[in-house]
């Protein structure tokens, strides 16, 4: 069992508090009166759920759905990029010297663009060059409802559905960068004893790769990896630029039509603080539970 630690209250963490709720009270005062900024969070309530007329059920409005499609775009933009970083993470570290030039000039050249003009770039030449002559969003305005409806739950709507392809390949190769950069340091701290004890008892070095450097490696990166899933929610907020309708692209489109500018931005911080910190906990408490001994 791992030593459990108590903490005890001292008085920079009360002087800590204090100050920041001093803060807060400053905003809001200033807010309020310098900025003749009048409250209203009343009205924040339906745009989270509504009550259909027609129906008399309850449904999610706009911040529900945009905070859900952030959690699906972060979903297969981070499957992705795992898959794109394990493989070019282990072409850098035991690869040939052609596939460890092809992870170098990979990594290098998209962790050198930034993220915003990567997924413009893909929004303008994958989405309206390539996707587009696929018919993908033709082919599901035609298809059966339920096929609609699985689609619209997993990725997005016929309407979205290029944007959002475009969006979560963009995010990926950015994120697969620094994912490669995990993997490979992983790979490249494992001893050089592990190879030669493997050898010495026949394994190919195919073989003690695969069995025996790899389940070693991802022991190690394992929360790193899960730290960098927490970075691409908190960097899916840039895909709002093509219009993908997301949380922080709802929280643009009710900013505009309410006025209600603090208390939708507040709001929609306090969104993304819940799903990264929330994150961020759990990984912190497996990586406690889970450490050695």
Known sequence: MFNKKQYKVTVIDI?????IAWLFFLFFSRA???LNYHWDW???????????????HLRANILIKGFFTTIRLSLWATVLGF???IISGMMGARGSVEQRFI???YVETIRNIP?????????????????DSLHLDTWLRTSSQFVQQITGILFSGPEDINAFISAVTALGLYEGAYVSEIV??????INSGQWEAAWSIGLSERKTFLLVILPQTFRKVAFPLAGQFISTIKDSAIVSVISIQELTFQGMELMAATF??????????????????????????????????
Do not use: H
Not at 43 to 51: I, K, M, S
Not at 273 to 281: D, E, N, V
């Open 15 to 19: 002087a800590v508090i204090l100050g």
């Open 32 to 34: 309020g009166k310098a």
């Open 42 to 56: 009343t009205r924040l309530g339906p745009y989270f759920f509504y009550v259909d007329e027609a129906t008399g």
């Open 83 to 85: 898959i794109l970083g």
């Open 103 to 105: 992870s170098r000039a």
């Open 115 to 131: 993220s915003l003009v990567l997924v413009i770039l893909f929004y303008y030449f994958i989405s309206s060059q390539f996707l």
């Open 184 to 189: 490979r340091g992983g790979i490249n701290s």
């Open 260 to 293: 209600l500018t603090f208390e939708i931005w507040i709001t929609i911080t306090l969104l993304y603080f819940i799903l990264a910190f929330s994150l961020s906990q759990s990984v912190a408490f497996l990586e406690k539970k889970y450490a050695l001994k």
